[in-house]
């Protein structure tokens, strides 16, 4: 631990000189901004500026991409109260109460508990983060091919099968995400190129991510754009009573506790944790009666829970190199960009990056606070923009982002038909998660794969020949069994309803 703190004190050196404080600031503005926006979610907006960090050096570029993935959840707090749309699925509980509290006319205390909640929840996610990740990444290095093959075969199975409703919905993702990081040229023998020598590199997860993220997304609200303007409720200046900060701060703290562990667990993301906060508050409550209505610790206790979420998916991330989430999946696709394999010698080999990119984690949350706060009012205004052009300048960026890649024309083909395949799954409510995670795991899930059949000359059952690969089988089992018992609970219990 001594070793840690004193690594994370160079970091700081590192991460406090002007240019990569600029980076910081510039991420943490951009990540607001745009994650304010109706519709773009942690995600999208990460996945829309992901291009801006190219021409930057690395320890810069992810201290900057670190401030927009922050600053997007900051961002979509502020969409849910006062407009009443989540931009992603972990803020709808935020939204519940919220949304309600704006239009009490309390949508000032409501947004500053969400920014106070979420420095609270990050900066202890952080210090968590800072704890575990070495310790983690120490632990894993002493790990061989197959137990690396069980637990990225884990990680795939359990973005699958816990997502939506429909677990034949999620495999066809999965597949399609698998199909798509298929392409290439692998050991001499072209694959899925059809004789295009453009795809014989593979096609690059830039494009992927800002076609299925933003073409898509983009695509789906002009199907179903509405002319008229959102209704945005004024802001005022957020400030807090002593009544407000005496009824947050015990959800704050219940909410980081209950976010951190499901950040990193893989597909843990951050709605059962929100929704596992908002259910813990109601329930120790002492005014029960005001949710529905608009209670503080409604919005208190799910907001910490989402970013604490969001450090904890940083711990499997930059430890064992597996995203649990689609922002953890960009982010991924980001440091490999650079030539960077997170994983456990990511912390011997490139100790100055990981240190300055923790430490820039505290800074840009300290920032988030400072700005969030005062321009709350500001970026309230960016939700009166006009959908047509708010997703024309989406499409605009998009395309030129994915162009910046390679500067081939045949990458705006691409973008343009896999952001069809995009809004084609939005359409038939496949979930987007599993493409994404397919599409970053499926070479290295293939390489493992090969590493353990090799050393063991083609014996097959030297995959489950180690004991955390055996463990590993046994809980991919129990997630597949669980999610098929609660699929049918819950349609069950769906039936009943409908019945009564």
């Known amino acids: 631990m001594s070793d840690s703190f004193g690594l994370l004190l160079d970091g700081f050196a590192s991460a406090i000189t002007p240019a990569h404080l600029a980076y910081a600031a510039i991420g943490v503005i951009l990540g607001t901004a745009v994650g304010v926006l109706p519709g773009v979610g942690t995600a999208m907006t990460v996945a829309l500026l992901f291009p801006i960090t190219y021409s930057v050096e690395p320890t810069g570029a992810l201290i900057m991409f670190a401030g927009i993935y922050y600053g997007g959840m900051y961002g979509g707090s502020t969409t849910s109260i006062l407009l009443n749309t989540p931009g992603e699925s972990s803020s709808v509980i935020t939204a519940l109460e919220g949304n309600k509290m704006a239009k009490n006319g309390r949508a000032s ?62 495999f066809i993702s999965l597949f399609l995400g698998l199909a798509i990081g298929l392409v290439g040229t692998t050991s001499g023998q072209p694959r899925l190129t059809f004789g295009n020598d453009l795809l014989a590199d593979g096609i690059d997860i ?41 009824r947050s701060w015990r959800p704050w703290l219940r909410g980081t506790g209950i976010g951190f562990p499901f950040g990193a667990l893989p597909a843990g993301g951050a709605e059962i944790p929100t929704f596992l906060s908002y259910i813990t508050e109601k329930r120790l409550s002492r005014r029960p009666e005001e949710y529905g209505k608009g209670a503080i610790e409604g919005v208190a206790g799910p907001e910490a829970a989402n970013n604490a979420s969001a450090a904890g998916t940083l711990v499997p991330l930059l430890a064992i190199g597996l995203p649990t989430t689609a922002t953890a999946a960009i982010m991924l696709a980001a440091m490999r960009s650079y030539g960077l394999q997170p994983g456990p010698g990511l912390f011997d080999s490139q100790p100055d990056l990981v240190w300055a990119l923790l430490a820039s984690l505290f800074i840009g949350n300290a920032m988030l606070l ?23 300048g989406i499409i605009f960026f998009a395309s030129l982002g994915a162009f910046s890649v390679n500067s ?18 939005r359409r038939f409510a496949v979930p987007v998660l599993p493409l994404i995670v397919g599409v970053i795991l499926g070479p290295s899930l293939e390489y493992q794969l090969n590493q353990a059949l090799q050393i063991s000359q083609g014996d097959v059952s030297a995959l489950w020949s180690e004991p955390v690969a055996v463990v590993v ?14 699929g049918r609970r819950q349609r069950i219990a769906s039936s009943d309803e409908v019945a009564s």
């Open 206 to 246: 830039v494009v992927v991510a800002v076609a299925i993220f933003a073409i898509g997304e983009a695509l789906w609200v002009a199907a179903h754009l509405r002319r008229r303007p959102p209704e945005v409720i004024p802001v005022g200046q957020p400030w807090m009573n002593r009544d407000d900060w005496s």
């Open 473 to 486: 089988y046994v809980v991919m089992a129990l997630v597949l069994v669980g999610s098929v018992v609660l």
């Open 408 to 425: 081939q024309r045949f990458d705006l083909v691409l973008l343009l038909l896999l952001g069809f395949l995009g809004f084609a799954m």
């Open 109 to 170: 205390q409501a947004l500053a508990t969400a920014a106070i909640g979420s420095f609270v929840a990050g900066t202890i996610g952080t210090v968590l983060l800072v704890a575990l990740a070495p310790t983690v990444a120490h632990w894993v290095v002493q790990l061989g091919a197959p137990s690396y093959f069980a637990i990225m075969a884990l990680a795939l199975i359990s973005v699958t099968a816990v997502l939506g409703d429909s677990k034949l919905r999620g």
């Open 370 to 392: 400072v700005l969030n706060l005062p321009l709350a009012p500001l970026w309230a205004k960016l939700l009166q923009l006009p959908r047509p052009y708010l997703y024309s």
